[in-house]
């Protein structure tokens, strides 16, 4: 992965990471708050070799020191000092439990040893440290003394004196604030990058890029709105829904460059991704465009063109199928454009073979030639095998994708069964895509004064005049009214 692809996890989780980099910081204040406070206290001593010679005497002397000063730097950890100052003291501890709070150092090259006692007690902790310190002399003293007799030719002498500290040395918390904030953003990065790399759900564009290469014919926006008001004539004329079905219709103009393409079929890897308003909404489209749309619902199991459009569904595709009734007495005209539907018809008890029958490929081709555009809604194709059979028989597919609806696999797997059959897939359709964020998809577009929108060519490079149907429509009404009664002898059974 390069860095934007970094970034855009990074994005896609950031509230994850937010809250874990938050629980660090508060992680750190607690222990800030629940650790006893502990006093630091330090004296400093100064090592002298006791001599009045030469000059040549005193530098011998120095590096005798220095070379001795280590020594006693790990004396001051031993109980031949700790003892008399836990005894001068009266303090209850041993020389070892003593012995990890007393810490003594010594800069290089100097003949000054620094020791620091920590309690938690400032007044306790000055008073072991400069007792530490007096037992030291006391002891160098006594060890380096001669055994022939005579002072001791080293001599240590306190040259800072301990005092009670006025703050405590720990917890530091603004250390413990920022190792928190540390710590909880690199784990929140850490769960960010595995939770992306377990997660194989099409989130955007870049995820499908991992799939396939086949064109983005459009981006829709989640709208909560769509539930009740599915159809792109419910929506402001310049909404942003609006427009991307306006901006899914060009670019599948442009996909479709050699025109051969005049009957579309819409399916879905699995139900729920919104295949079906997306074949209403493109049909709409495309009959503002000023072309003869007819819109066909193929999905012979759980059919909704006709409850998104208000219109009957007891006569229609299955109906014209077995040849229970002429196609034009079955198209039902909607709204003001020159839009009409097929709707499904009764459902069937053998959908996949009237889908792949050559009753159906000989009706999709009759009404190619009467209209500028077909679009046909079918059923998903994982689930079952309807998309596939019909896709041969028609000019190309638009495989919609709703986001964090599928994951990469099943994606595969619908793209390896249009491959099967060798169907012609001009582009995909991302679905349900976030308003903002890292996987929206954004779009700019122009509108004129008046509002009126671009005026794309049909899917056929060839549009036919004046569909050659029987129309009945209502120009002063938005919806269609016209319903169709279906045969008193209907052969397939009732839904």
């Avoid at 000055?126 to 007096?134: D, K, R």
């Avoid at 040395?169 to 953003?185: E, R």
Wanted: overall charge negative.
């Amino acid at each position: 992965m390069d860095l934007r692809e970094y970034l855009r996890i990074f994005r896609r989780n950031s509230l994850l990471i937010v809250a874990v980099t938050l629980a660090g910081l508060l992680a750190g204040g607690t222990y800030s708050i629940l650790t006893k406070p502990t006093y630091t206290a330090e004296t400093q001593l100064f090592v002298a070799i006791q001599s009045s010679g030469s000059v040549q005497e005193l530098q011998q002397g120095n590096t005798f020191s220095q070379a001795r000063v280590q020594s006693y730097v790990k004396t001051v950890s031993s109980p031949v000092v700790l003892q008399p100052a836990i005894d001068a003291l009266g303090l209850a501890v041993t020389p070892q439990e003593l012995a990890t709070r007393v810490k003594a150092t010594t800069d290089a090259n100097t003949v000054l040893i620094t020791i620091a006692v920590e309690d938690g007690s400032s007044v306790q902790a000055a008073a072991t440290a400069q007792a530490v310190a007096e037992s030291l002399i006391k002891a160098v003293d006594t060890l380096e003394k001669p055994k022939t007799g005579g002072t001791s030719p080293v001599s240590l002498s306190v040259i800072t004196p301990a005092t009670a500290p006025t703050s405590p040395s720990a917890p530091n918390t603004k250390i413990n604030l920022i190792l928190g904030l540390l710590v909880g953003l690199t784990v929140g990065a850490a769960i960010s990058l595995l939770r992306s790399t377990l997660d194989t759900r099409i989130r955007g564009e870049a995820d499908v890029r991992r799939v396939s290469d086949a064109p983005l014919l459009g981006g829709i926006s989640f709208d909560p709105l769509a539930t009740r008001n599915p159809l792109l004539t419910q929506a402001a004329a310049q909404s942003p829904r609006a427009e991307s079905f306006r901006q899914l219709r060009t670019n599948l103009q442009f996909a479709n460059v050699t025109g051969h393409a005049k009957s579309v079929l819409v399916s879905s890897s699995l139900p729920g991704e919104g295949k079906s308003t997306t074949a209403t909404n493109l049909a709409i489209a495309l009959a503002q465009a000023g072309k003869s749309v007819c819109l066909i619902d193929a999905d012979l199991r759980r059919p909704m063109v006709h409850e998104y459009l208000g219109l009957d569904r007891n006569a229609g595709l299955t109906t014209a199928l077995v040849g229970a009734a002429d196609v034009n007495d079955l198209l039902q005209p909607w709204g003001e454009d020159n839009l009409h539907v097929l709707t499904s018809g009764q459902i069937p008890p053998n959908p996949s073979e009237l889908l792949g029958s050559d009753d159906m490929r000989n009706l999709i081709e009759s009404l190619e030639e009467a209209f500028d555009s077909i679009v046909i809604d079918a059923p998903p194709l994982l689930p079952v095998t309807d998309a596939a059979v019909l896709s041969r028989h028609v000019g190309g597919v638009v495989l919609v994708i709703g986001s964090q609806k599928i994951s990469q696999q099943d994606l595969e797997k619908s793209l390896s069964a249009l491959d099967l059959v060798g169907a012609n897939l001009l582009g995909v359709v991302l679905n349900r895509l976030p308003v903002k964020g890292p996987d929206a998809y954004s779009y700019s577009y122009y509108s004129n004064d008046q509002g009126s929108d671009y005026q794309g060519e049909s899917l056929s490079s060839n549009p036919s005049d004046t569909p050659k149907v029987r129309r009945s429509r209502d120009n002063s009404r938005e919806e269609a009214t016209h319903t169709y009664r279906s045969p008193s002898k209907f052969p397939l059974g009732h839904n």
